[in-house]
């Protein structure tokens, strides 16, 4: 089963208003990371937040991350029609090994 | 520029016959994956490596095999593909996780294949 699970599966709002999609994984971590893919192209990494970090910034992307309830949320402000595009979440579970598991992702929508 | 490139893009081929999608990263990662993506499902990993010679299975291994024999190249080969099969496939890399986890991957840009 998929590690990472997004919420919700799709969202849409108007240009200017922010957006918030959250995470929940099933295993402790050593870092959660935000991916975005672009209809159907390869993903590109957003931001990545280590377990002992809560939160973290990047432009007009902001990270949270609560490892007690196992959880990551991602909030886009001020979104423009250029952020249409869908979410993932990717983690890293520590149970051994190398794997990278991915949420099926929110399919963010901004109308113009 | 840094790239992950894959080919081919796109395939349309039948039950049975073997195939490889080829995947090659001009940055020096040790680490490469390969990835298949279904509506609803988002990212399923199939196998990953960490170093030339070095694989290791993902969620969903079977039907797939993957060989490491240089740094740049991690080519995803279906020895008889079946109609399951069908599916968006992405290769990625990234340098070496560490022990503050995985590295963010570079991802190429996907080979879409119809198995009939």
């Known amino acids: 089963s998929q590690q990472g699970e997004e919420d919700p599966q799709a969202l849409s709002i108007q240009e200017g208003e922010n957006a918030t999609m959250n995470c929940s994984y099933k295993t402790s971590i050593n870092n959660l990371q935000w991916y975005r893919q672009n209809s159907g192209r390869g993903l590109v990494h957003l931001i990545l937040i280590r377990s002992n970090e809560r939160e973290k910034h990047s432009g007009r992307l902001r990270v949270t991350l609560d490892t007690s309830k196992k959880s990551s949320s991602l909030l886009i402000t001020a979104s423009r029609a250029a952020d249409t595009a869908s979410y993932f979440c990717?983690?890293?579970?520590?149970?051994?090994?190398?794997?990278?598991?991915f949420g099926a992702g929110t399919r963010l929508f901004v109308k113009a | 520029e840094a790239q992950v490139t894959q080919n081919p893009r796109y395939l349309i081929t039948v039950t049975g016959k073997k195939l490889t999608v080829t995947c090659s990263q001009n940055?020096?990662?040790?680490?490469m994956s390969w990835y298949r993506q279904d509506p609803g499902l988002g990212l399923r990993q199939i196998y990953y490596?960490?170093?030339?010679?070095?694989?290791d299975k993902g969620d969903v291994p079977e039907g797939y095999k993957v060989s490491r024999k240089e740094k740049r190249n991690f080519p995803l080969i279906l020895e008889s593909p079946s109609p399951n099969q069908t599916s968006l496939y992405f290769c990625?890399?990234?340098?070496?996780?560490?022990?503050?986890?995985?590295?963010?991957?570079?991802f190429g840009d996907g080979t879409r294949l119809s198995i009939l």
């Open positions: 490596s960490m170093n030339v010679e070095v694989t």
């Open positions: 990625a890399s990234s340098a070496l996780p560490d022990r503050g986890g995985a590295q963010p991957q570079h």
């Open positions: 990717a983690t890293a579970p520590n149970t051994g090994g190398f794997k990278t598991i």
């Open positions: 940055m020096n990662h040790e680490y």
